[in-house]
């Protein structure tokens, strides 16, 4: 009886056993088919931008000169109201078809970068300073894209944070989209909850052992559940169709995790603000 007990106990966790490798081997699994799915998006995106930029400038060119010409044309002709309007409409068209193609031409400037993300060398950087720099950086630039923007910048750098080497490029990238994001959710926001609200940026950093932690938080309106677990997905956006490609936080992802061996989260919720981790090991030999 004692025997047939202890051959049950030992069955029982053989089969626990099992049934944790099972679940580590499909976690495997998934892992590497997203993998294979980013790498494979990588490849198109190259060969799609390349593709895609010579015709493209050619339409960027023509439309421009277009333009051009239009005005040169109104002022040749003048005084004939009929000719006038007609030329307003025909400007309004050229300026649509400018816009359509810079944008386009921003889109397959983010595919090239997507797929030529994590390249460079990597050098000693003092952490605090570069993350400052980008800090005031992104800050300047949302002032310039919406001139009422305020916010409170609260600056928690730890003293022992130190220098550790980094690609400074592609590092500087993912501060600059992640801390321009923080912004643009605080100008939106502003503009909906009143006098009381006051927008808050808090940059910290954190030096633990061997690991260094970038900390971006806001008090947004914060990322819906269901939104959070795609945020990192390339092309998904929650921005409006033309106000955003949906690649600036896949690539900062790609440069965080595979360029620095590093991990990239983000802790959210509606009316809570965000917060935006980026944990890096502290490299001690250059390339």
Do not use: W
Not at 236 to 258: M, N, P, Q, W, Y
């Amino acid at each position: 009886m004692v025997q047939s007990e202890l051959t049950r106990d030992v069955f029982d966790r053989q089969r626990a056993q099992i049934e944790s490798l099972k679940t580590e081997l499909e976690q495997a699994r998934r892992q590497l088919i997203q993998v294979e799915r980013m790498s494979s998006l990588g490849e198109m995106a190259a060969g799609m931008a390349h593709e895609i930029r010579n015709p493209l400038n050619f339409v960027n060119n023509f439309a421009v000169l277009s333009e051009e010409l239009l005005f040169e044309l109104e002022d040749a002709i003048g005084g004939n109201e009929d000719v006038t309007e007609l030329m307003q409409d025909l400007k309004r068209n050229a300026s649509v078809i400018v816009e359509h193609a810079r944008r386009a031409d921003y889109i397959v400037a983010a595919l090239m970068q997507h797929a030529g993300s994590g390249t460079g060398r990597h050098e000693p950087t003092e952490v605090n300073d570069f993350v400052d720099e980008f800090l005031r950086i992104a800050f300047r630039s949302r002032q310039l894209l919406s001139e009422n923007f305020y916010c409170d910048i609260h600056r928690q750098y730890d003293d022992h944070a130190g220098e550790m080497l980094l690609n400074r490029h592609e590092m500087g990238r993912v501060l600059l989209n992640v801390i321009g994001n923080a912004f643009e959710a605080l100008d939106e926001a502003g503009s909906s909850r009143g006098r009381d609200y006051e927008p808050a940026v808090t940059v910290s950093t954190r030096r633990d052992g061997e690991e260094l932690e970038i900390r971006i938080s806001d008090n947004g309106p914060g990322i819906p559940e269901e939104i959070r677990g795609r945020i990192f997905e390339p092309f998904f956006s929650t921005k409006e169709r033309d106000a955003g490609t949906g690649l600036g936080l896949s690539v900062s992802h790609d440069i965080v995790t595979g360029g620095h061996q590093g991990t990239m989260s983000v802790e959210s919720g509606v009316g809570e603000g965000t917060n935006v981790i980026i944990r890096l090991p502290v490299r001690q030999k250059p390339d």
